[in-house]
């Protein structure tokens, strides 16, 4: 806790090296009508790592810079395989990619694209993309379905991920210091006293925890 009192979301408008930053009062219809929110997922699991040997689901979503809905949870069942616990965790990040585009378009943003969910298990995208038979995951089926008619719909894109660029991997299991500390600056993290001396020229809408 002592290492990270100062840590905080920014988020931007735009992620190039100059990027538009505003403050809530700027915001009006207008500006919001321009906008079409980049949203990307993180879907992963641990396998077997929890007391009871149960896996954990994580999922992380980004716009605008910066982490706007994450989850962590053990899973209410016990994975027999990797790929079953990284489907039960991929479908939780479906759902998510779902609601949240319902929910920007309230708030006056589209979103005309899919939501791209990156996943670091190519076992898991071939599954979910192929509608063969698989045996070995025959017994979460239903889930597989629901994630394949997404992509099919094109609501949701599946893209793959290096497991070192696994943001949702911070919310599975602890990491090592180097990669945890890259994962949280990857996930659009920053410290404020850093960014002091640039705040002279930028407006940044800053979330403390």
């Not at 994580?58 to 069942?77: D, L």
């Not at 489907?87 to 694209?113: N, P």
């Not at 995951?137 to 889930?143: Q, Y």
């Not at 990669?179 to 960014?195: C, F, I, T, Y």
Request: overall charge neutral; charged content about 20%.
């Amino acid at each position: 806790m002592r290492g990270t009192y100062d840590l905080g979301i920014f988020y931007q408008i735009s992620s190039a090296d100059t990027p538009i930053i505003v403050v809530p009062s700027e915001w009006d219809q207008t500006t919001i009508s321009t906008v079409e929110p980049l949203i990307e997922g993180y879907a992963d699991a641990s396998y077997g790592r929890e007391y009871d040997r149960r896996s954990r689901s994580a999922y992380v979503f980004m716009a605008f810079g910066g982490p706007v809905s994450w989850y962590s949870k053990k899973q209410t069942t016990t994975a027999q395989s990797s790929t079953e616990a990284e489907l039960l965790a991929l479908a939780e990040g479906v759902k998510e990619a779902i609601w949240m585009k319902e929910f920007i378009s309230e708030l006056g943003f589209t979103q005309t694209m899919a939501t791209t969910i990156h996943e670091d298990n190519m076992s898991v995208i071939a599954i979910a993309k192929n509608p063969i038979h698989h045996g070995r995951v025959k017994h979460v089926e239903i889930k597989t379905s629901f994630i394949r008619e997404n992509i099919q719909a094109e609501s949701i894109k599946l893209v793959y991920c290096p497991t070192e660029l696994m943001i949702a991997d911070l919310l599975t299991k602890p990491l090592l210091a180097r990669q945890h500390v890259a994962l949280v600056e990857r996930m659009g993290m920053r410290r404020l006293s850093k960014l002091r001396a640039g705040t002279a020229q930028r407006a940044y809408l800053h979330i403390d925890f």
